[in-house]
């Protein structure tokens, strides 16, 4: 298990062990970026290149046009790709590093987690995709995996599991429904590790989380 690192910026994670599994974009989303920023890129330099060496009017002018523009954009587009690729859960025992973009591992604790929702889109009739966001006590989101992901039936089986383990109560499903709409979807309400300690002194027991559809 990774040892933990505390920063101003938050807790940034040590990440040294061999994760369990790993959740991330599948590769083709970060690939069409990288393609369409490489292609245009080289059309900008051969453009650029052809116009000056062709002693063409206001040849260096239109040399520096494609380089701005073409070059320009193709690296932005290039770096997008390249960001969206380097995004990535990294799933252990009981807690998850989460790293965003060409950002630092940020450890997100299995007992920090109050909410889980799933949610679904669609547009235009096409195809339906499902989510599942986990958020903080304070509302903070502490992240989000779409169906599409590699890793992503492996996630939603074990997070219900590990949090039975932790003495945390969910009564959602393990799974999305089978037939989710535009705006359905699946809350679910965790104690706080504060809620649960007073839970141990009251004769009432801990309290229940409840599941709701909106």
Not at 64 to 84: D, K, N, Q, S, T
Not at 90 to 97: A, F, G, P, S
Not at 103 to 130: A, E, M, V, W
Not at 166 to 175: D, K, M, R
Request: hydrophobic share 35%; glycine share 12%.
């Amino acid at each position: 298990m990774s040892e933990s690192i505390n920063t101003w910026g938050g807790t940034t994670s040590n990440v040294a062990a061999e994760p369990q599994f790993v959740v991330r974009r599948p590769r083709y989303q970060s690939l069409m970026f990288e393609v369409l920023g490489g292609t245009v890129a080289v059309i900008g330099v051969i453009g650029g290149l052809s116009d000056l060496l062709t002693d063409a009017e206001n040849g260096a002018s239109s040399f520096g046009f494609f380089l701005l523009f073409f070059v320009g954009g193709g690296a932005l587009f290039f770096l997008l790709g390249a960001a969206l690729g380097a995004g990535r859960i990294n799933v252990y025992d009981q807690h998850l590093d989460v790293k965003s973009g060409f950002g630092k591992y940020r450890r997100r604790n299995i007992d920090d987690l109050h909410t889980l929702r799933y949610g679904s889109q669609s547009q235009g009739g096409g195809p339906t995709f499902i989510s599942l966001t986990g958020w903080n006590d304070r509302r903070k989101k502490q992240f989000t995996v779409f169906t599409g992901y590699r890793g992503y039936r492996d996630f939603t089986t074990w997070l219900p599991n590990v949090a039975r383990s932790s003495g945390l109560t969910a009564n959602a499903p393990a799974s999305p429904p089978d037939r989710p709409s535009r705006s359905s979807c699946s809350l679910v309400a965790i104690p706080t590790r504060r809620q649960r300690d007073r839970a141990r002194y009251s004769p009432g027991g801990p309290p229940h989380a409840r599941a709701k559809c909106a």
